[in-house]
């Protein structure tokens, strides 16, 4: 039977560039139609048998990563795949939206530090885009260290690729090349930056950055670590909530809270970490504390989160940073404000004493679907 | 049958996030495994009713063109072949080698005038991805006519989408957006541009994209039309080689013809046109015309070019462009010069009165497998 399928169905996997394709695509029906009549336990054995051996190829050509006539094969029904499946929804889903980063870097060391966040942002499921910025000075040890890079987080199981740009401009360089990935078929959908106090010209060279994605609803997240901190034990995770709409729960809308939530959530699956929502008040507020804590509640079910989860709620005032449960991450969102001052950003993970990752929502994700 | 079949197999079409995925796994093999021992043939016929009814809700679903959970699932599996296939294949194979167009438009009257030929370039499985450059000047037209050419070739069912670009200098910006598209799972690979003689600083924007497709290994389409000709009746393609590496045959190697040979196939077809090659000859070559017409006949049949394609052999003198059979388009490779004056490139389609394609392989594709 086995001889029977190899002889008449393989034939389809053929590109079909001269071959009427109908020929083999009869020929594969009416054959397992056949085996199945014949007898339908042997037939499923044979299957099996087929998948498992072409399975154990797989895996052996895996090793050589040299192309062959099976790769070629592979790109094309790919290709094909996602050409159907754009047609099909235009627009990404928020049910399936993951963390697709693009990463700007202009000195290797600047995603060397956040490595390790990185990876728990985007394993299993999301990817990394590193755009390589050629200003200057780090050219060669960018040339050396993207590739290994990429290699490693390949190794990890998370699609990466990379790319060397030059470009005079910081900012429009990113601006440009995010407006070049809008007609990507698998785009880039959050923008991944590094805070780095020493940077030269930093407000100059983010704040553009800041703006584009806000103008073109894409989601950015910033990394802000104290010292050499890093990540801690990597244990817990504090989320911060300031403004959330009243009728969150009939609008299914968080305001710009979406993409804290989702990071927190998939860094604490791959964490295996503790949350802890923080819910700041304004002195203004009308809300008795127990109302909040029974809406935040009603959230946490509606979010997913886990039951373990704490709320804390603070009064916000200059002192709240530390009346905070401490933890190894802190999830705040950007403050949304036009003339943002990117150091003095700096100094919320310096009085948390802990690395603080700031979001800004695209409107794409929706933490409530 | 078909009951058991949705109440069991269905669930497995679950994003599996929180359920385990052995359990639908399980379910759904062992559901088929028993309704194929029970009674095969009714089991197949159950098959493709379920089939056709889902193939029936996705036309219906199509016209909606509004997301579902559906079409989140789509995205979603779409999304994880191609990571699958990224890792396979790093790298493009030849053999899966088509047309994936990258258009830099400054005024919507460049694409339009070459609508036609873009279509007869992509279809059926090319892509194109269009840039609209905001240099100033045309942007409102570029912004309401870019959604509907996208859409027009999506209803010609070929993969298209754009994106507004702003950026000052137009060679930069083009470069930035490839190096940017690298990073891309399905990249462009091969630049089209439209020659128009009476485009400001004509050589300062094109000249930089040529060098930039040469560095970085893409292939260039330069379409240069004569005066309204426009492309006739669609007939006749000449396809015009220069210098064939002498061992061509071991090595696999046509040297810059490639592009040139796979895009007059890829016309040809969808025109249903007839081919001529015309082989230039230099004064000094010691070969016999029986000995290049051999060759050529060969290359014919190898590079898979249909049997009443003629083969016309010219001498290389500043008279030849007169002496070419008539044609509807001519295809022939950019002249490979640093200092290529693109105003003058535009003789070559005003002598011989027809529009001209110019093509600059980028070392990937290859005619021969």
Same mark, same amino acid.
């Given at each position: 039977v086995v001889l029977i399928e190899q002889s +008449?169905? +393989? =034939?389809? @996997?053929? /590109?079909? %560039?001269?071959? =009427?394709?109908?020929v083999p695509l009869l020929g594969t029906i009416g054959c397992f139609f056949v085996m199945f009549i014949i007898n339908s336990t042997v037939s499923l054995i044979a299957l099996a048998i087929v998948i498992t051996f072409y399975a154990a190829l797989l895996k052996k050509v895996l090793i050589k990563t040299k192309g062959d006539v099976r790769s070629g094969l592979f790109t094309a029904i790919a290709d094909w795949a996602t050409k159907i499946s754009n047609d099909l929804s235009p627009s990404k889903e928020a049910r399936a939206w993951q963390p697709e980063l693009l990463i700007p870097v202009e000195f290797p060391k600047e995603i060397k530090g956040a490595y390790r966040l990185i990876y728990a942002l985007t394993y299993p499921r999301g990817s990394i885009k590193v755009l390589g910025m +050629? %200003?200057? #000075?780090?050219e060669e040890r960018l040339r050396k260290y993207l590739p290994e890079l990429t290699n490693s987080f390949k190794k990890a199981k998370i699609s990466s690729s990379y790319t060397l740009v030059d470009g005079a401009d910081f900012g429009k360089t990113v601006s440009i090349s995010m407006q070049a990935l809008e007609?990507? @078929? @698998?785009? /880039?959908?959050t923008i991944f930056l590094k805070l780095d &106090?020493?940077? &030269?010209g930093l407000q100059d060279k983010y704040l553009p950055i800041i703006n584009e994605t806000k103008k073109r609803n894409w989601g950015l997240v910033l990394l802000a670590t104290f010292e050499s901190v890093g +990540? #801690?034990?990597?244990k817990t995770i504090n989320v911060w909530l300031d403004v959330i709409p009243e009728d969150w729960e009939t609008k299914l809308d968080l305001g710009n809270n979406d993409l804290a939530i989702l990071t927190s959530l998939i860094i604490r699956k791959n964490w295996n970490a503790r949350l802890n929502i923080i819910k700041t008040v304004r002195a $203004?507020?009308? %809300? &008795?504390k127990e109302e909040i804590i029974k809406e935040l509640n009603n959230m946490r079910i509606l979010t997913r989160m886990p039951k373990d989860t704490q709320i804390h709620i603070l009064e916000r005032? /200059?002192?709240?940073w530390s009346m905070a449960p401490s933890a190894d991450l802190n999830i705040l969102e950007l /403050? $949304?404000? &036009? $003339? %943002?001052d990117l150091n003095r950003l700096q100094e919320i993970p310096n009085k948390l004493r802990t690395a603080c990752l700031f979001t800004l929502d695209s409107n794409i994700e929706n933490a409530l679907v």
């Open positions: +008449l169905g +393989l =034939p389809s @996997f053929r /590109p079909t %560039l001269k071959v =009427p394709i109908i +050629l %200003l200057g #000075g780090e007609t990507a @078929f @698998f785009k /880039p959908n &106090e020493k940077k &030269e +990540l #801690g034990i990597e $203004d507020s009308s %809300l &008795e005032t /200059p002192s709240m /403050p $949304d404000k &036009e $003339d %943002l």
